[in-house]
């Protein structure tokens, strides 16, 4: 391997310690006012990486077939080339990483009005149960109280949130309703003033 093949594969190799620099610590020294922009520690890591692997392998490539100064700008137009369109890649993709929608933080005003089920019984309105509640499509365990006692499976809905691990539950669970009262005219008249 010729020095100037072995030039560029440190330049390559220098670009993956930069992009792991990039990974482990972050966004370095910021070379430029716009560090989030062309140059970023990963746009830069895949610019020498392109520029430093295609650079070599053309230089290596060329090796028997040219003299050295065209075999080093051909090498050097070759890994620019291929470096531009990589910048170009990660940039934009770190871009997207950056700007991706996350979930918002749930908070007690987002425990507010969802529904859930009795997973440890709430024997008094004094003592805690749990809840198991589903928000946002995710399954979290809550201590829970109620005003009346409330059995392991019942749904309930939260009225309250008055902590960060507790919430306020009323049962949402169908109630039957009550058997129609018979008329008066049915019943015996027991009790008859003479």
Known sequence: MDTMTLTFLVVG?????????S???????????DADGPFSLPALAAFLGGGGFAGGAAASLLADRLDDTPRLLAALG???????????GALRLMSGLMRMRTDETLTGAG???????????????????????????????????????????TPVYVVDVPSETSVEVVSTAYDPPAPPIAPLSDHPRSHEPD
């Open 78 to 88: 070759v890994g620019t080339v291929v470096a531009l369109p990589l910048a170009f």
């Open 13 to 21: 190799g220098l670009s993956l310690v930069l992009l792991l620099i």
């Open 111 to 153: 425990l507010l009005g969802s529904h859930g089920v009795v997973v440890t019984a709430i024997t008094t309105p004094t003592s805690f149960g749990e809840v198991r509640l589903t928000i946002g499509g995710h399954t979290l365990k809550y201590y829970a109280r109620s005003q009346h006692p409330l059995p392991v499976g």
């Open 23 to 33: 990974v482990v610590i972050g966004d370095v020294g910021h070379f430029a006012a």
